[in-house]
Nanobody, 126 residues
């Protein structure tokens, strides 16, 4: 069983920044996708960003391109999400997930990710 724990959420004003962290008990050496997702009340889950081990490909949801950056620290088994220029519509519960589709193929819906964290709340006020 892989443990996934998110942290770093909070409340911020529009235009501000937050950095989310996702500590994973182990990173797979296989190029499974690791990703960030979010879900606001009454809305479907949305893929925010994905990255896979061993490759250079990073994918982003259209609504966060140019504002959010996903990165990983293999030595620390930690995934990060730097969120800049935050907007009220970014308000959601943010989830980290690992062991997802090979090389992040069809990653955005979140299907096929084996391990998920409990989530961390991000609230952006106008």
């Amino acid at each position: 069983q892989v443990q996934v724990v998110e942290s770093g959420g909070g409340s911020v004003q529009a235009g501000g920044s937050l950095r989310l962290s996702c500590k994973v008990s182990r990173f797979s050496s296989y190029p499974y996708c690791m990703g960030w997702f979010r879900q606001a009340p009454g809305k479907e889950r949305e893929g925010v960003a994905g990255i896979y081990n061993g490759g250079g490909s990073i994918v982003y949801g259209d609504s966060v391109k140019g504002r959010f950056t996903i990165s990983r620290d293999n030595a620390e088994n930690t995934l990060y999400l730097q969120m800049n220029s935050l907007k009220p519509e970014d308000t959601a519960m943010y989830y980290c997930a690992v062991d997802g589709p090979y090389r992040c193929s069809d990653w955005a819906p979140g299907r096929g990710f084996r391990y998920w964290g409990q989530g961390t709340q991000v609230t952006v006020s106008s």
